[in-house]
């Protein structure tokens, strides 16, 4: 079946401006992972989503970034007057398990790598 | 939660085992140790998961000793198309998110 997907795969902006990055779950996952990913680290959390409710987003950065998932399927992720320092791959990932239970597997897209200039 | 501990990089040629210890002195008790694998330009995939002794699928093998403060990925036979970057994770955050370290960039020649 299909996976995860995320669009755009790439986008650039310049400093300031307002963007929005789409994640696709895979059909019927109920959780819902973003992280965000600088060159040569690993990815970072950022919230978590169980249906339609960010149940943890206390990775958010700051209040420039938002995410909504209004029908416990799609979820977009929002970056208010971007910074140069947003830049970076932010990843989507879905599981089928509700968060909390240590080996549920996580699929993740391939991401979305956002400029700022 | 457990901090890991992993090579940055390691070299290996075609055909050769290659194996990635990865060290978690403070894993606790109900930690799982899972192993996700990263290529340029897309998401991290899992490959196995743990908990102790031995686990083997058709990618992987994955060694825990008893102590549980360690653990090794193995990769037998390698490619290059292996080449990649290896995530060793141990234990979760509150809400189940993945807590990834710098991983082992592993680079596989012909």
């Known amino acids: 079946g299909a996976g995860v997907s995320q669009t755009p795969s790439n986008k650039v902006t310049e400093k300031g401006k307002y963007v929005e990055l789409r994640c696709d779950p895979i059909?019927?996952?109920?959780?819902l992972y973003w992280y965000r990913q600088s060159l040569g680290q690993g990815p970072e959390f950022l919230i978590y989503?169980?249906?339609?409710?960010?149940?943890?987003d206390s990775g958010l950065p700051n209040d420039r970034f938002f995410a909504v998932r209004p029908e416990g399927s799609v979820s977009t992720l929002k970056i208010q007057r971007t910074e140069r320092g947003d830049s970076a791959v932010y990843l989507c990932?879905?599981?089928?398990?509700?968060?909390?239970?240590?080996?549920?597997?996580?699929?993740f897209g391939p991401g979305t790598r956002l400029t700022v200039l | 939660l457990a901090k890991t501990t992993q090579p940055i990089s390691m070299d290996s040629y075609e055909g050769q085992e290659v194996n990635i210890t990865c060290s978690h002195n403070?894993?606790?008790?109900?930690?799982?140790i899972t192993w996700y694998q990263q290529f340029p330009s897309q998401g991290p995939r899992f490959i196995i998961q743990?908990?102790?002794t031995k686990v083997t699928n058709e990618v992987a093998s994955l060694f825990i000793p008893a102590d549980r403060k360690s653990s090794t990925l193995s990769l037998p036979r390698v490619s290059l198309s292996d080449t990649a970057v290896y995530y060793c994770?141990?234990?979760?955050?509150?809400?189940?998110?993945?807590?990834f370290g710098k991983g082992t960039k592993l680079s596989v020649k012909p």
């Open positions: 990932a879905s599981s089928p398990v509700p968060g909390g239970p240590s080996t549920d597997t996580q699929y």
């Open positions: 059909s019927g996952h109920t959780a």
């Open positions: 989503f169980q249906g339609t409710g960010a149940a943890d």
């Open positions: 403070n894993i606790a008790t109900n930690d799982y």
């Open positions: 743990g908990y102790k």
């Open positions: 994770l141990v234990g979760r955050g509150s809400q189940g998110n993945l807590i």
